[in-house]
């Protein structure tokens, strides 16, 4: 492989491994925040459960469903007026946040329902049977028993967001992957492309591993 491309872009590889990092980052625990919410939401108000109500619960799904079928590139571009408004820009990777972190709210949302729905309901019945309130059962029991599938639910979550923030380079969102589609495919060097590649594979590599190690340690069972 000819390095000659990869030492003239050497700068430019470390802002856009810096851009990439703060995408993922920020998304991450903007869809954490957001998504745990509705997540939790969803799961409460369903049939049986401590907030339950049906109509709620099936207009919200059917949202979150409807979100996560949405293709991630067309949701950049209808978010652009949004995306203007609110970081003024629809350029760069603080742009490119705004439709990170909404496409992956509805996503972490759908994986900490199902995260809560493996609880065992007899330990959510018990902790009624003691008199809990509904912020100790949502704290103390349902997010405690669940924490280390929601770790790993974490893992997948910023694997997903590190995916869409390659695909963010499409409308100029930055980071590596705008990095290999203007050097590596407008400008036709493959070189500069296979290093992408590599780059964003150690990521996942690495933040895979680091959700399994502490998804392992949270493990009660």
Known sequence: ???????????????????TLMMVSVSSLISVI???????WLYTSGRGQIF?????????????????SFPFVILMIVLMPVTRLIVGTSFGWGAACVALSTAGSFYFA?????????????????AQAMGASPKTIIFN??????????????????IALLGESAAAGLIGGGGIGDLGIRYGHQRYMPDVMAVVVVILTVMVVVIQTIGNTLSAKLNKR
């Open 141 to 158: 029991v349902l997010l405690s028993e669940a924490r280390s599938g929601l770790v790993l639910s974490i893992t997948i979550l910023m």
């Open 52 to 68: 339950e109500n049906a109509l709620m619960n099936r207009v919200m799904s059917s949202l979150v469903s409807f979100m996560r």
């Open 1 to 19: 492989m000819n390095f000659e491309n990869i030492i003239k872009l050497k700068s430019d590889f470390y802002q856009a491994i810096g851009e």
């Open 110 to 126: 759908r994986l900490v329902e199902q995260n809560l729905k493996e609880v065992p309901r007899g330990v959510v019945e018990a």
């Open 34 to 40: 957001l998504g745990g919410l509705l997540g939790v």
